[in-house]
RNA sequence: GCCCCCAUAGCGCAGCGGAUAGCGCGUCUGACUUCGGAUCAGAAGGUCGCAGGUUCGAAUCCUGCUGGGGGUACCA
């Protein structure tokens, strides 16, 4: 990446100063480079002189100078200056910029990857909704989340696994059987009336509907208890086929589907979890319960992890789960995406890790914040229990999955997310993912143009780069180069709005470059023709041919971003 | 009570301790005989919630306060 490439340049020419006695010896401490906001202080900026006019006791502006003196040449740098109050100012070089059409030609649509991950292994496990309807609105901002930081993640040289953890274990499973239940009784002609604690959802009438239509009467002429065992496993498997097939429209592919329940089985990893932290003494007996100790590793207090019931706790599936993922599985790294209503049960994971002699750090929670639904400007409020829920089919159907996924992305994790369903479905300038998705349409109108006039890429491809030296192409060419960096930072926060904004601002590059620059060879041929300068026709083919490459490239740049996003790039539209 | 998140232009939001705080929408004014006008250019619009502090430098870090959201069980 250019940017540590230039720190190293700037501490080696700091070492070459103090040598050469143009720096007193001092400890150099580590080189930050930023980007300027300001294009005229170039593309980046050391505040290292600053930093350093105290040990050196010198003027700012004086050491700058002498770290420039003695900086190493490197191909990507054109003109460095030193400006007040002591800002090293770098500038790429317009010919290693026209060089990155060709850097990203040979990428093989890969432009922009880095290496943090050095291939380690890291699983990131999002949506896992509990099974007991259809997935909804808020799920839907986990899904793109989990989904495009996968893709983030793979970018920056991680082995990425994607897995839904299915929560079919516990009492909500029972609630949800139970509710099947009475509605299967309802359906056939009994009076059943729910409980307040039953889900009131008419989903899972249509559920019991349909069960009946299949199996009959029969749960009615068997023991309660085992009717409803049974329907849960009947209505599980409906319900978890329609949360894959949901999933699958959002362009979501899943390595695995993990049971909750499957903690539990005889000899199973809850068992086994139990007795490995009962052997390390990380367990006490205490009011009937036993008590994971996670007071002696940190935590204000201590987890249940038996019920004076007998009963696993609550966090009996989190150790049990994420002692899987870790100790037997091996995943190197694990970051779970859940909604900022668990922030209490991440904010004790690092506890978990460490009472199971795990290393915390391995572990990341991303914590997003809720999604709001307007219609109309009116408010549009979910509520499980009383069975208003707007469901993501609901939305893709009204919207498209572009929209969604685009429109999901441009908020930061931790902020309220506000989710008009008429700005989305109006497809107009609201709607950021048609801007975007435009722009790479019109490129791909661009390249189609030019094979119709008898101008395809065998007759471009080999275009001379040099002649790239437009402001507009070079502005469009820095904005390409900044991918990485791009991808890095989103990597490292786990943030991946940061590409939205980021595929936005390259759209509106290119447009702007679309405007400036003529990519076809058309009337400014045939106005060198009139003036009689055949050279000057055959110069407009060779820039035609250079430009041509360049909108090749950014088409690509912009259809790995889109994929990154999960975001389809249209051809045309 | 305690803990976490949020507060930036009329509205919706970006912004890794750096230079004149940006983007979209909306408003106003403009741009197609030529590659997609689903586009583009220009203008207006800010005490970055308030008050202190750290720093050569703070929207950004620290403390306190105000306002909004969330979380705090042998419930999941």
Known sequence: MIRNDIADLVAQAIRDAQAAGALPAFEIPAVEIGRPKDPKHGDYAANIAMQLARPARMAPLAVAQAIIAHLPAHPALGEVQALPPGFINFRLGDGWLAGQVAAIEASGGQYGNIDLGHGRTCQVEFISANPTGPLHMGSARNAVLGDSLGNLLAAAGWQVQREYYVNDAGTQMRTFAETVFLRYKQVLGLDAPLDKQHYQGTDIIDLARTIAAEHGRRFLDMPEEDA??????????????????????LRIHFDCWYSERSLYEPGGRFEHVLSHLRENGMTTQRDGAEWLLTSTMGSDRDEVIVRSSGQPGYYASDIAYHYDKFALRGFDRVIDVWAVDHQNQARRMPYLMRALGLDPQRLDILLYDIVRLYRDGQEVKLSKRSGNVITIDEVVDEVGVDA????????????????DLNLAVAQKDENRAFYVQYAHARMASILRRAAERGF???RWADGNLDLLRHPAELTLLRKMADLSEVIERAALDLAPHNLAFYAQDLAKLFHAFYRDCRVLPGREDDAAGEGAAAPEAEIAAELSAARLRLVAATQSVFARVLGLLGVAAPESM
Do not use: G, H
């Open 228 to 249: 409803i065992l049974e329907l849960r496993e009947i209505a599980l498997t409906k319900v978890l086929a329609n949360i894959r097939q949901t999933v699958e429209r």
């Open 404 to 419: 969604v996924r685009f429109l999901l992305l441009t908020r930061s994790n931790q902020a309220v997310m506000d989710f």
């Open 456 to 458: 395809p890429r065998e």
